[in-house]
């Protein structure tokens, strides 16, 4: 079955962005190669999908290292894990027609092959710009959401700290707080992030956490304490909220980026009675647990996009070749909004 | 109105263990001093208890100590808080008739004038050794029971690691743990006590704490991994486990033993990658705040107390001359069982 849709048609060839040498820590443009190679056949209920707008992600950090991690290291020498939205081009399978738009593991790649295995969301109806379904409608729209949901839990009147805050997740997770009904401050890496958290998403109060005294500063974001603190980072960010936190709070764990290595362990702060102290529920949130709960969260979260309710940023740039460095931009904090790699 | 007892008659003066300095960490015998002073006259609403049984407790330290805490600190000068299970001697109150025993916050003294906001559990139904509803049917086995059911929530098939398994709260967490179909595993601090978490308290292994690798002796008690951590110590302990949990596992935090000093803030390894990548669910707990669930807590434990289904240690002294050196011995692990102090 070869595709209706002219534009995607295949050149006979894939481009790829290879792991070519095991990072230890963030991943930098030299750890990735770019190579050619021909199509592969598709097998019975596989699908090739055209990619047009790759992710680029912290978690890849992780998917890149070796060592335990919530998933398996990307081999040497194989195409970097990665997220994308495309379309389909050529099907054996009868549920996966060609012209279907997909968000899922399609890698930073021309063309994947791919089963229904590596779907995360059918895009049936297009009800926002397609570069959406790869943030606020993908993978960080839905962790903002579901995490918050299901382990910050925030209640009408509590006060919601979010770090990161001017990011992919951490703006979604302001502005879905604040339609809880909850007060929302955030934590963002310089003066200009902050502001937009305020001036863009609607936060009540955002700080630089580049501060001398991030105690003080955190006390001014939320002078009654937190209720529900979202992070992102973890390290002396999360040791300094933690001890803020108001007696029953709920921490969600999304992510650590604030520390480069964790070979070896890093120390910090001891934090187990700040936990009993004050009676927290400290949980750790993987999206990719929550795979059943993708399509009512995308319900949830589309009309909130198509009305203007949920806002988000994106960093689009051109070309596979830009995928290398990319995720060493993002612990830079160099990008603004969601990052995104346009090769459609 | 006097008491129908004789053996709890008031002799006319209350012998009473005062808080005399501040102690930093641990309390020792000489942050104490005992003095006698007259009865006090009952106001309107109150009645007098003559204290039966004195209970002491890890959580002392921190009522003693100055600083943060779930509970202010006692006064110096004051009678230190405790919990007791005595009579009522004499009564101001319609519902607290005299002979009534009750279990509550009546101080480290023979006779306490309190209100109903001092009482934990009525006794109405003696079905066990008085000694026990200081203990195990009181404030150690409704921690074991609310904190294992409400926190760590175990499940048929679950393994469940418990520290200070031989102590009061932890031989109790054990044995309710196993009574819900889990696979029960203890450190202790000893070969003896670790070897009465198996004869005595029916734990499927227990390891002493004190070896020089506690990651290959928490591997040999769970080699499946952790699915219910309940610490009662914090610190390298801590450390260790979590790093030995199953994804979606429980940790109870419901004492910070291990750590003789909380000012300033110790380090440790860094814990919240641990939780992000095993989505654990961290809770504190103190048992305070869940005095509307002791009755059905009580009558949930009252009846394994009583068909042998769950049992317990005590160590009783006699003489309130014992109690300011107590707590000091609780944390040199000097004791065996709940320790209780014997002056009626």
């Not at 895009?123 to 962790?143: C, F, H, K, Q």
Request: with cysteine; proline share 6%; aromatic share 8%.
């Amino acid at each position: 079955m070869t595709s209706p849709i002219p534009a995607y048609a295949c050149p006979g060839t894939n481009r790829r962005v290879i792991l070519a040498t095991r990072p230890v820590g963030i991943p930098q443009a030299d750890h990735f190669q770019l190579d050619e190679v021909p199509l592969e056949p598709l097998g019975e209920g596989q699908f090739r999908v055209r990619n047009i707008y790759l992710s680029v992600d912290p978690a890849q950090r992780g998917w890149a290292n070796e060592g335990a991690n919530y998933s398996d290291a990307v081999p040497l020498g194989s195409v970097m894990r990665a997220l994308a939205v495309g379309a389909i081009v050529e099907s054996r399978h009868p549920d996966f027609p060609a012209g279907l738009h997909l968000y899922g593991w399609f890698g930073w790649q021309d063309y994947a092959v791919a089963g229904p295995e590596a779907v995360m969301t059918r895009i049936e109806r297009v009800e926002a710009p397609l570069s959406a379904y790869a943030g606020v409608l993908g993978m960080n729209g839905l962790t903002a959401w579901l995490a918050l949901s299901q382990v910050g839990r925030p209640r009408a009147g509590d006060t919601v700290l979010v770090t990161t805050a001017a990011g992919a997740v951490g703006s979604a997770v302001g502005q879905l707080a604040r339609a809880a009904g909850g007060r929302v401050g955030g934590l963002a890496g310089g003066a200009a992030k902050a502001a937009r958290c305020g001036n863009r998403f609607g936060f009540a109060a955002a700080a630089d956490y580049r501060t001398d005294d991030l105690a003080a500063a955190v006390h001014d974001l939320a002078p009654q304490g937190i209720d529900v603190f979202f992070d992102n980072v973890g390290g002396p960010i999360l040791d300094t909220v933690i001890r803020a936190m108001n007696v029953g709070g709920r921490i969600v764990q999304c992510g650590t980026a604030s520390i480069a290595n964790w070979v070896p362990a890093p120390t910090g702060l001891r934090n187990e009675r700040e936990v009993l102290m004050r009676r927290l529920q400290w949980g750790g949130f993987v999206i990719f647990d929550h795979a059943a709960d993708y399509p009512a969260a995308l319900a949830h979260l589309a009309p909130m996009v198509a009305d203007g309710r949920l806002v988000h940023d994106e960093e689009i740039v051109s070309g596979l070749a830009a995928a290398p460095g990319a995720i060493a931009r993002l612990y830079a904090g160099q990008n603004e909004g969601k990052s995104l790699i346009f090769i459609g």
